[in-house]
Nanobody, 123 residues
């Protein structure tokens, strides 16, 4: 089992940047594919980005391509989401998630979830 703790959220103006971190417990972090999801008020949780165990396979949802970058440091048991050129529509609670096997884009394909971190972008 793995426990995930997100950090790095906050409030920024449109055009600003934030870097989210997700620290994982356990010695098998490199066995997991990792994903970032977000959920805005009144909306379903949606996929943002995913990365396989060694960073060799990365996916992004279309709305964040060119602005967000997912990465991981297996030595630190941490996955990151660098968010640049933030827009008000990026406002949401951001969650990291872990699963065995290849990275997925579906909420139900992930086995472990963090508690979330709030990102608020003002215009």
């Amino acid at each position: 089992q793995v426990q995930l703790v997100e950090s790095g959220g906050g409030s920024v103006q449109a055009g600003g940047s934030l870097r989210l971190s997700c620290a994982a417990s356990g010695r098998t972090f490199s066995s997991y594919a990792m994903g970032w999801f977000r959920q805005a008020p009144g909306k379903e949780r949606q996929y943002v980005a995913a990365i396989n165990w060694n960073g060799g396979t990365i996916y992004y949802t279309d709305s964040v391509k060119g602005r967000f970058t997912i990465s991981r440091d297996n030595a630190k048991n941490t996955v990151y989401l660098q968010m640049n050129s933030l827009k008000p529509e990026d406002t949401a609670v951001y969650y990291c998630a872990a699963r065995y096997g290849p990275p997925g884009v579906g909420v139900r394909s992930y086995d472990y979830w963090g508690q979330g971190t709030q990102v608020t972008v003002s215009s």
